[in-house]
């Protein structure tokens, strides 16, 4: 972080926390060989214990009075299927869907639920353990802050998307509705052609925009909170004293307490939000038009 064994400035100390642990230094502006070890590690670590969670509750089910943990997971799941039925209205499809938006509700709230953690509790640890081990002394603990993560997983919901405009429409239906929606058809073949064109298109913004908005609304909410709470834990370097160091450390415990209670709202609404426009997303894959 500091050369010297200094303590490090405002600047580096958040650039450090910023760092992702990579398999290789990147060389170029972009290059996909490069990957966020840290990110990978928590977001995975994170979705097993989100399907175990499940699995956990399911296997304790009772048909009588529900338990806390059966209760609580009744009501995610009642939520969800609640809001898929008013979606997606293909009852067999809603068999995956309604299981898919949940596990995606819980695995993102978990990963955004990293963010609640005191900003230096893990990466301290990194620092003594990592070295040791022959890795970098970076560590991110908070996956949805990492662009590759969120939109790793709203590609993954466009290839799920392909996959019911092919099963429902079929093929043909589909490479249809491709060419014909959202401004029809014209029976006049040079318009035919021209209609065709600009329909294709505007279906191939749709997609992209969709898929790029979909992972780029989690990322920077979550990379914005993360950020925040870094501005605010470097306050707490301020135990001088003094009444500027006094006033400085209260600021930083009010700052601290009432971000993190707003952050709840927050972390729990971006994985609502997610789970939302996935169903919406997976819903309009089985209207026609």
């Known amino acids: 972080m500091a050369t010297s064994g200094q303590a490090p400035t405002s600047g ?29 590690f928590w977001s995975i670590t994170l979705g097993i214990l989100a399907c175990a969670f499940m699995y956990f509750a399911a296997r304790r089910a009772t048909s009588g009075a529900p338990g806390r943990l059966q209760g609580l997971v009744e009501m995610i ?12 209205h293909n009852a067999k499809s809603r068999e995956f869907v309604v299981p898919l938006a949940m ?29 040791a081990l022959g890795f970098k002394d970076y560590m991110r603990v908070l996956p949805t802050a990492d662009l590759s993560i969120t939109m790793g997983m709203a590609v993954a919901v466009l290839l799920i998307c392909i996959y019911y405009n092919v099963k ?17 058809t ?15 298109a505007m279906q191939m913004i749709e997609f992209v925009a969709k898929t790029v908005s979909h992972g780029m609304r989690l990322f920077g909410n979550m990379y914005a909170g993360e950020l925040i709470f870094m501005l605010i834990a470097l306050l707490g370097g301020s135990f001088a004293l003094s009444g500027t160091g006094l006033f400085v450390t209260f600021m930083h415990v009010v700052a601290g307490l009432a971000w993190t209670i707003f ?8 994985a609502f939000v997610f789970m939302m426009l996935t169903l919406v997303y997976l819903g309009q894959a089985h209207d026609a038009h």
Not at 77 to 88: F, L, P, R, T, W
Not at 263 to 270: A, D, R, S, Y
């Open 12 to 40: 580096e100390y958040i650039v450090h926390h910023l760092t992702h642990l990579q398999n290789k230094t990147q060389t170029e502006v972009v290059d996909f060989s490069v990957i966020n070890m840290d990110s990978v």
């Open 77 to 88: 799941y009642e939520m969800v299927d609640s809001q898929a039925k008013g979606i997606v």
């Open 103 to 131: 596990v995606i509700f819980i695995w993102i709230f978990l990963m955004n639920f990293m963010d609640m953690l005191p900003v230096d509790l893990i990466p301290t640890a990194w620092h003594a353990l990592g070295p």
């Open 168 to 184: 429902i429409k079929g093929a043909g239906g589909w490479a249809h509705e491709l060419v014909s929606a959202p401004f029809g």
């Open 186 to 200: 014209s029976k006049n073949p040079i318009f035919a052609i021209i209609l065709g064109v600009i329909n294709f």
């Open 263 to 270: 952050h709840i709202l927050v972390i729990t609404l971006q």
